[in-house]
């Protein structure tokens, strides 16, 4: 199979791609990739790591607060546009998907003007302007969630839950010793990203120190952001703190319980792995889509939520401590995130795909 995928922006589309690749480089593997990405955004680091042939362009998403600049947005989508159909035309792809994010629009109307079958898929419960305004060029169209069905054209629209779920499956654990952590103690997970956020960091680092003398362990991921100030702070020795931690699924699958942003990855790999979980959604996100992501899970007794502007005092101890000791809660929670789980959702996405490569 060859394949050109694009996804860009933020860790929350680009790693759902990348499981995307991996199931089919699995299923088939002679299978050829080209990924094509912003030139100035996380996926230009992220994927030539994982050796995959990766093509950047210029593109910008449209500016809500200043329209002059979307002249400049015009300009770059139409060059890029023109772009892609070469970069297409030349690696001549079985199928074009499209996994989020702007950088998106010109790659999957490209493909669309090639006659070229196109995929694209929808993390959040709520969905992205991209993939609303690109619905109409797409062949199939997967979505993460089931509220979000309705958004996109029913007959061509299936649930396929989100990919990274199943890489959270497959994923090998990381051992607690390798952050000094204790084997026996339970162990508590901070993170908010793999930049962080600002505004929780400053709540968390005074937070932290009311951990003393607690009988369980904080891991504190900081994102890379702030971690060069908060490394100097002295927390109390349960606390450890790291910038950032490379398959942190790997460690999560050593968590007993996970504070964290309600990012559609973060939680397809939550509801994975079973882990009871603090949600503290992103109020910074367009739609507040992390928020909605959430509430699926709150109104089922799947997690729990505290809201940025909620963060005062001791309530992510409070909180912490009364899940930690009630082995019933616990137990609940995780058997109602059961109802959210999907095993195979990257397997789900090849069989599609491939059936829609098939198709006449």
Do not use: W
């Not at 962080?196 to 968390?204: D, I, K, M, P, W």
């Amino acid at each position: 199979m060859r394949v050109v995928i694009s996804a860009g922006g933020t860790g929350g589309h680009i790693y759902p791609a990348l499981a995307i690749i991996n199931k089919i480089k699995e299923k088939e593997k002679d299978s050829e990739f080209l990924y094509i990405g912003t030139h100035n955004r996380m996926e230009c680091d992220i994927v030539p790591k994982h050796n995959i042939p990766f093509k950047s362009i210029e593109i910008y998403g449209f500016n809500r607060k200043n329209i002059f600049k979307n002249f400049k947005t015009i300009k770059c989508l139409l060059k890029a546009r023109k772009e892609c159909k070469k970069i297409i035309s030349e690696f001549k792809p079985d199928v074009v998907i499209g996994v989020g994010g702007y950088v998106t629009v010109p790659v999957i109307m490209s493909a669309h003007s090639l006659k070229i079958k196109t995929f694209i898929h929808e993390q959040n419960s709520v969905a992205g302007r991209a993939n609303l305004f690109l619905a109409k060029y797409a062949d199939l169209i997967g979505v993460s969630f089931k509220s979000s069905i309705n958004e996109f054209p029913k007959d061509k629209t299936i649930f396929t839950g989100n990919p990274c779920s199943e890489n959270a499956k497959d994923a090998s654990v990381i051992p607690k010793e390798k952050f000094n952590l204790s084997k026996s103690k339970k162990l508590v997970l901070f993170v908010m990203g793999s930049l962080g956020a600002s505004l929780v960091n400053e709540f968390l680092i005074s937070t932290m120190k009311l951990f003393n003398n607690k009988d369980y362990e904080i891991l504190y991921v900081t994102g890379t952001r702030d971690y060069d100030k908060i490394k100097k702070i002295k927390f109390p020795s349960n606390v450890k703190v790291v910038s950032y931690v490379d398959s942190l699924v790997g460690i999560m699958k050593n968590t007993d319980i996970i504070v964290t942003r309600a990012g559609a990855s973060t939680l397809s790999e939550v509801i994975e792995l079973g882990i009871p979980s603090i949600l503290i959604p992103s109020p910074y996100v367009p739609n507040n889509h992390q928020y909605k992501n959430a509430k699926d899970l709150i109104d089922s007794n799947a997690a729990y939520m505290i809201e940025e502007k909620d963060l005062i005092g001791d309530i992510i101890v409070r909180k912490i401590d009364e899940i930690l000791y009630d082995d019933k809660k616990i137990n609940e929670l995780k058997n109602n995130l059961k109802k959210f789980k999907i095993d195979n959702s990257s397997t789900v996405i090849y069989e599609n795909i491939k059936k829609l490569i098939d198709r006449k």
